[in-house]
């Protein structure tokens, strides 16, 4: 079974309140974009390991959630406050009643989780790194040094980063590249997220750099990928939607759970599209049946995209 290692350095706690006949109905979760990436290549029958850190009174709820999500996970644990989200959606809307991104990672816990992360990407077939929802919690030149250190090991590097973060990691070096078309706008690459042409320039000039597989999800769109064998136009069936948000890490995990076992570019991108098509149809951010997931796959379009287009 392939080994799939996730860089999630702070998880959060999601505490949502929902109406239930009229009562407050309360569930608590543990969430991130490294969780709902595990969470997804687990279901797809990977064998995954986290390495994160928890902290405070808070992080000792998210250790215990965790434990129970069927993945392994290595924990530095720390004193302070952690990342927490809770949000009231009684009403139909989602309203914020705390957002707390966490306190920074301070030096010898990032040591610690740095150390972790290298030993057991030694022995992963492919790791992830992926990013905590709070800009401060770590140093951005993490990213440059992770993505170096994993490659120096031997083991392909998969980003699913925006901004400063990834910046940093391109710097040191990534074979797979998940970036959305607003990212690509936010970060300067492209001026119009709409425009396919523009958005294959930027993806054809990162796979031109060095990156061996770059993908470019849009929401409604469909993805425009770029690799070795050239550039596609990828179009899944169109799934009613309930919940998008995940459906980019469920994406980037389904890439990942192909890539890890030495499967084609191509197989990965079906694999990817979708992962995350299913994973908008549920309310469980990155969950998802494996079942559904790769009868799906099968109907998902790979359309050559030429160079003159």
Not at 265 to 288: E, F, P, S
């Amino acid at each position: 079974m392939a080994r799939v290692l996730i860089f999630a350095p702070a998880p959060t706690l999601t505490v949502t309140i929902e109406d239930l006949r009229g009562e407050a109905d309360v569930h608590v979760h543990v969430g991130g974009q490294g969780v709902w990436q595990a969470r997804m290549l687990t279901a797809l029958g990977l064998d995954v390991v986290l390495t994160c850190s928890v902290t405070g009174e808070v992080g000792g709820v998210v250790r215990h959630l965790l434990d129970d999500e069927g993945f392994e996970v290595v924990a530095i644990e720390r004193e302070g406050i952690s990342p927490a989200y809770v949000h009231d959606r009684r009403g139909g809307e989602r309203i914020a009643v705390v957002e707390e991104d966490g306190e920074v990672l301070e030096r010898h816990a990032l040591d610690d989780l740095y150390s972790a992360t290298l030993r057991e990407a030694s022995r992963a077939d492919l790791v992830i790194l992926s990013g905590p929802d709070g800009d401060d919690v770590l140093e951005h030149d993490v990213y440059r040094r992770l993505a170096i250190d994993v490659r120096a090991l031997g083991k392909p590097v998969l980003v699913d980063l925006a901004g400063p973060r990834l910046e940093a990691a391109l710097e040191g070096g990534v074979d797979v590249l998940k970036v959305s078309h607003e990212e690509l706008v936010a970060d300067g690459r492209v001026e119009d997220g709409d425009d396919e042409a523009q958005l294959v320039a930027a993806a054809r000039e990162l796979h031109e750099s060095g990156i061996g597989l770059v993908a470019v999800t849009r929401a409604d769109a469909g993805s425009v990928v770029v690799g070795d064998g050239g550039a596609w136009r990828v179009s899944a069936p169109q799934l009613e939607p309930v919940e998008t948000r995940g459906a980019g890490d469920s994406y980037a995990a389904g890439v990942a759970s192909v890539l890890a076992g030495g499967g084609a570019h191509d197989a990965a991108i079906r694999m990817g599209a979708a992962a995350g098509a299913v994973n908008a149809t549920r309310r469980g951010l990155g969950t998802g049946d494996a079942e559904a997931i790769r009868a799906i796959a099968e109907q998902v379009q790979l359309d050559d995209i030429e160079e003159d287009d």
